[in-house]
């Protein structure tokens, strides 16, 4: 097993997690989905609490990532293609900008699901290849991103304002947990900072659920939500006939 040191100078490597090879949720059509290993969140709520260690993970060759995408291109259609995920993905940006500059040349479509936590020049020469960034915004306020995550969101706020500098096209999604990011003026206050971006495509309501709790326990970390609620269809629907106004679209996952 390579060092984290090591992986980051190893541009023929990548540090993944796993691998979803027919995925229908992250991004347009049928997706390939690589889950990266590593992320400087630290969620409360994270279904995958085993990405966020940076020196787990398998090491996976880039020619091998290459050519089982190359053999899922006939399922792609006109609108899927590989997503790279987390963890978050703009740690292993160095290594991304050559898989991602290949799979360009041959017509198959990117998209990068990130935190926004990340942005040096590397990061910014992926996005020059990527068609489309699905941007997690944990809370509008920064205190509340800072008790959600672990971080402020300052960071997450400026890549939004980047892409919208370069017009690259994004989707912003949004998990509702009841008594933590539902409450409607932070609602509005995400609609009204966000509103005028005209490079945002869609928002996506993603329900708050708890199907990682058991990766939780198997690790032997606390799960500090465990008594927060399912959201309700009422609750649901409350957020995007809120959101609604403030977006081009909205839906709930």
């Known amino acids: ?150 971080k402020g969101n300052e960071k997450t706020l400026a890549f939004a304002e980047y892409l919208r500098r370069i017009a690259k096209p994004f989707w912003l999604r949004y998990v509702l947990v009841p008594g933590l990011s539902d409450d409607p003026r932070h609602l509005h206050e995400l609609g009204a900072h966000f509103q005028d971006y005209k490079n945002l495509k869609k928002l996506e309501i993603q329900p708050y659920h708890q199907l990682g709790v058991h990766k939780w326990a198997h690790l032997g970390l606390e799960y500090s939500l465990a008594d927060t609620p399912e959201n309700t269809k009422e609750e649901l629907a409350r957020a995007r006939a809120i959101l609604e106004p403030y977006f081009k679209e909205v839906v709930v996952n």
């Open 1 to 150: 097993m390579m060092t984290v040191t090591e992986k980051e100078n190893n541009m023929d490597m990548l540090n993944i997690h796993s691998i979803e090879s027919f995925g229908t949720y992250d991004g347009p059509g049928i997706r390939y989905v690589l889950f990266l290993q590593g992320c400087p969140f630290q969620c409360l709520y994270c279904a995958n609490p085993d990405t966020m260690k940076f020196e787990d993970g398998k090491d996976y060759p880039m020619d091998e990532v290459l050519r089982e995408v190359r053999n899922m291109k006939s399922y792609f259609g006109k609108e899927g293609g590989l997503t790279v995920s987390g963890g978050e993905p703009c740690c292993q940006a160095r290594s991304l900008i050559t898989l991602f500059a290949q799979l360009k040349v041959e017509g198959i479509h990117t998209a990068l699901d990130t935190n926004g936590h990340v942005l040096n020049h590397y990061v910014k020469e992926l996005l020059e290849l990527t068609d489309l960034v699905l941007l997690d915004v944990k809370h509008i306020r920064t205190e509340q991103h800072q008790k959600i995550t672990g």
